[in-house]
Each structure stands twice: as structure tokens, then as C-alpha cells.
């Protein structure tokens, strides 16, 4: 019998940008399920600063690296996503209180949706807390450094869309 649990986990999230976060939970979940799923969100009820296809390749190259973590786009109710993918486990990160209340009252609604459907929380890393993807756009946006809080690779990509468009996108 191996460590890894034999399970496929569902990673969801708009990841837009993908951060140091999002990339830390990837790994740890990673190294805790068979199969994780980064689903990335088409984003129907935020504003995203890249098009689906486009956060879906950048998910894609950094997923790389972990041979059993897979990246595919969603749209509609999680629990059917989760369902039609073989999950079991949907992986949710915490930041704070404020996320915990957030995502505690999803996880319920999940549940109420399919009691077949576990949430894990995972904490984030105490360095990367205070990182989330909509102030890491609004720093970019008005010059400040974002290189503490993306890989280089998201960074380039998040400076190149800002001096196109001046904006932070809206697709």
C-alpha cells in the first residue's frame, strides 16, 4: 500500500492569475490524492483578466510538474463536475476566518447537492496567506511588484496583459 490516497480530488477555482498559493495547494494535494483535478472556472460571475483559454494554458504549465494533477475548465454546479470526473474530494484552500466562512457554507450547499462529496481544507502556508489573485491584479495595475506572489512566468503574463489593454481584462 502506497501514501497516496487512492482518490481523485477536484481542485476548483477561477485562478486568475494563478498564484504562489494556488501553486502551493496544487503540490500538497498533489502528494495527496491519486488524481487532482485543477478545474479552472470559466468565470461566469467574475471578472477575469484572461480568457479561459488562456488561464487554462497557464494552469496547464505550471501543473506540469506533477505527473497525476490534470487541468480542465468547468462551468455549472461543482457537484456535477466533481460527479461526471470521478471525485470524491473537493479541495478547498483557507487564507482566514473570512475565507472559512465562505467556503464552510459552500461546503454544506455541496453536501445538501451530493453527501457523497467530501470537502478538505487545507491551510494556506503562513508566507503566502495574505495573497489573493484580485490584489495581485490591482497591484500590477498600478506598477507595484507582484514577483513575491506569482512565478515569474505569471508575472510576465500579467504585465504584458496590463500594457495592452491598461486594464485588468474583462473577458
Do not use: C, W
Not at 494554458?57 to 501543473?63: G, K, M, Q, V, Y
Not at 445538501?112 to 495573497?131: C, K, R, Y
Request: proline share 3%; glycine share 8%; hydrophobic share 45%.
Amino acid at each position: 500500500m502506497t501514501s497516496v490516497t487512492r482518490l481523485t480530488a477536484v481542485y476548483p477555482g477561477t485562478f486568475d492569475p494563478m498564484t504562489l498559493g494556488h501553486e502551493d495547494l496544487m503540490r500538497r494535494a498533489s502528494g495527496l490524492f491519486e488524481r487532482l483535478i485543477l478545474a479552472v472556472a470559466v468565470g461566469h460571475h467574475k471578472r477575469t483578466m484572461f480568457t479561459i483559454a488562456e488561464r487554462l494554458e497557464i494552469a496547464t504549465e505550471l501543473a506540469a510538474k506533477y505527473p497525476n494533477v490534470e487541468v480542465m475548465a468547468f462551468r455549472g454546479l461543482l457537484r456535477d463536475f466533481v460527479v461526471g470526473h470521478g471525485g470524491k474530494v473537493v479541495v478547498r484552500g483557507l487564507r482566514a476566518v473570512s475565507d472559512f466562512e465562505y467556503e464552510f457554507q459552500m461546503a454544506g450547499m455541496n453536501q445538501q447537492l451530493n453527501a457523497g462529496i467530501e470537502t478538505l481544507f487545507l491551510m494556506a502556508d503562513v508566507s503566502l496567506q495574505p495573497i489573493a489573485s484580485k490584489l495581485v491584479k490591482e497591484i500590477a495595475l498600478f506598477g507595484g511588484d507582484i514577483s513575491k506572489f506569482v512565478s515569474p512566468a505569471v508575472r510576465e503574463d500579467v504585465m504584458a496583459r496590463i500594457a495592452k489593454t491598461g486594464t485588468l481584462g474583462d473577458y
